[in-house]
């Protein structure tokens, strides 16, 4: 692969990871279902479902949380596309991974067995492995929708209104501010260098641009997070998620947290 092929790839991927992030930031402001709920009921409920499909031990319950998911998703104007690019076909791939050996290791019942008798399929493998894949594979997804669907500092916010330590909050708040800086800083030293270059570098050339970049790159991430953070701190920043907007619970919100609480407990108690 040539230098110029391996910079144009790296500028689209920086480009692309960038285009996701606004396309999350609109899609949290349309007039959707779990756009209008309060950001503590979103969190509280979805985090609920999670644990329910963690708990239960009943494949068809936790199929039912996933079709109770792809209901919210419509309501909310999620396109399917962005949760199969986004979140099932890549849980499938790393999952699928650690759930194909229990296929074939898994003792019990014969379901299939190869020529010979070298390799065997079991129920219970089988069981086990579905079991694996559908409970990511949901409580995936219920975290995609609270992320897609809620703006990230009301996110934050509502940690805090639940307790959840400052310190918890601020790594947070930092650490996806940083993520899209770091991509943004990346994506402006690529094209800057590919802009610059003519002619193609042989291979231990490419290595060595490569490793004196991403050395730039630390370095000036560690030298602006530092006056960042020096600048916040100046501000009076201390940890806390201050916003000009108000969370206030109405009537719709108490009915949509009694609703996910009464799947949850449902769910928990048929899947016991």
Avoid at 13 to 37: I, K, M, Y
Avoid at 149 to 165: D, E, G
Avoid at 196 to 216: E, K, N, P, S
Avoid at 244 to 250: A, H, K, N, P, V
Wanted: charged residues 15%.
């Amino acid at each position: 692969m040539s230098q110029h092929k391996f910079l144009s790839g790296t500028i689209g991927g920086f480009t692309h990871a960038l285009q996701h992030a606004l396309e999350s930031e609109e899609l949290a402001r349309v007039d959707g279902w779990l756009q209008r709920l309060d950001p503590r009921v979103k969190l509280v409920g979805l985090l609920a479902l999670v644990v329910a499909t963690a708990a239960s031990r009943k494949l068809s319950v936790v199929l039912l949380i996933f079709a109770v998911a792809l209901v919210m998703a419509m309501a909310s104007h999620v396109q399917w596309k962005t949760l199969f690019t986004r979140v099932w076909l890549p849980v499938l791939g790393f999952t699928g991974v650690i759930a194909v050996p229990a296929i074939f290791l898994t003792p019990g019942e014969v379901f299939w067995r190869s020529p010979f008798g070298v390799v065997h399929v079991t129920h219970a493998g089988l069981r086990a492995a579905a079991m694996l894949v559908s409970r990511v594979e949901t409580a995936a997804t219920m975290s995609t929708l609270l992320i897609l669907c809620t703006p990230w500092t009301h996110v934050l916010k509502a940690l805090r209104s639940l307790h959840v330590p400052v310190e918890i909050v601020a790594i947070l708040m930092m650490t996806h501010r940083y993520v899209y800086l770091l991509i943004e800083t990346a994506n402006e030293m690529f094209v800057a260098r590919q802009s610059r270059m003519v002619g193609r570098l042989d291979a231990a050339t490419q290595r060595r641009v490569a490793t004196r970049t991403g050395g730039v790159l630390l370095s000036k991430t560690v030298q602006l997070g530092e006056e960042v953070h020096l600048a916040m701190q100046a501000r009076g920043f201390r940890g806390d998620v201050r916003l000009l907007d108000q969370f206030r619970m109405e009537t719709r919100d108490y009915a949509a947290l009694m609703l996910l609480l009464g799947i949850t407990a449902a769910a928990l108690y048929v899947g016991h």
